[in-house]
């Protein structure tokens, strides 16, 4: 095999080397799985909002049933002067009492503060209970996808690894300053830098030579490097 036979079989190689790892890189099930990550992100978002809103009437519920904590300690305080203490005066009393009957209402009404917040959060449960069956769901879904991407990028990999390991074979096989020229053009060029010269027709550009500089290409000496002129591929003949 000559040199450009060897350069055209390592641009073959290289460029199904090329195509596997597009084919890695934009698997369907990669973009799945980006969707349910997705979806994921805006339950998130959803999930904090509710979970704030949760959380203010937690802290109002716990503010007021603290309030009723200490309104409960004056009440007990209240009825131990008034019926454990031994009090005769009928003024002390009567302050006293009236003092324990304001505060029975305030503590009366702070237990209906209480239980208002209390149902303010039913519906707000019910709503992060169904937010976190949803949430399962999605976790669910996104094992499903992860699995499917990892087998389909599994096989896409092991056909990849076997096309870079026959690689330094064939590229060891391509003289040094032509392997240099090769790798400038590939990069100029979007990946193809040689092709076949397929009767008066270039295999990269498929485009027709003239004829005048086709003749020019096949009497060149075949240690040359020769160029299409219409895409300045390198030729191979």
Request: charged share 30%.
């Amino acid at each position: 095999m000559s040199d450009f036979e060897d350069l055209l079989a390592l641009q073959e190689l290289d460029t199904t080397i090329d195509q596997l790892r597009h084919r890695l890189e934009s698997l369907p099930e990669r973009g799945e799985q980006a969707r349910i990550e997705r979806e994921l992100e805006v339950l998130a978002v959803t999930t904090a909002a509710v979970e704030e809103r949760r959380e203010v009437v937690r802290r109002e519920q716990k503010r007021h049933e603290d309030e009723v904590a200490t309104i409960e300690a004056k009440v007990d305080h209240v009825r131990h002067q008034l019926y454990d203490s031994g009090i005769t005066s009928a003024k002390e009393a009567a302050d006293l009492q009236a003092d324990l009957d304001s505060l029975v209402r305030r503590q009366r009404d702070l237990e209906d503060l209480v239980i208002e917040q209390m149902e303010l959060a039913e519906p707000i449960d019910e709503e992060l209970g169904a937010l976190a069956v949803q949430r399962a769901g999605i976790d669910a879904a996104l094992a499903d996808a992860t699995a499917a991407l990892r087998a389909a990028a599994g096989a896409v990999g092991d056909e990849l690894e076997a096309a870079e390991g026959r690689r330094p074979a064939i590229a060891d096989a391509v003289p040094t300053d032509v392997m240099k020229n090769y790798a400038v053009m590939r990069s100029r060029l979007g990946g193809i830098a040689v092709a076949r010269l397929v009767g008066s027709r270039c295999d990269g550009c498929h485009l027709t030579i003239p004829s005048a500089e086709l003749e020019a290409i096949k009497k060149a000496p075949a240690t040359s490097t020769v160029y299409c002129p219409e895409c300045t591929r390198i030729l191979v003949r």
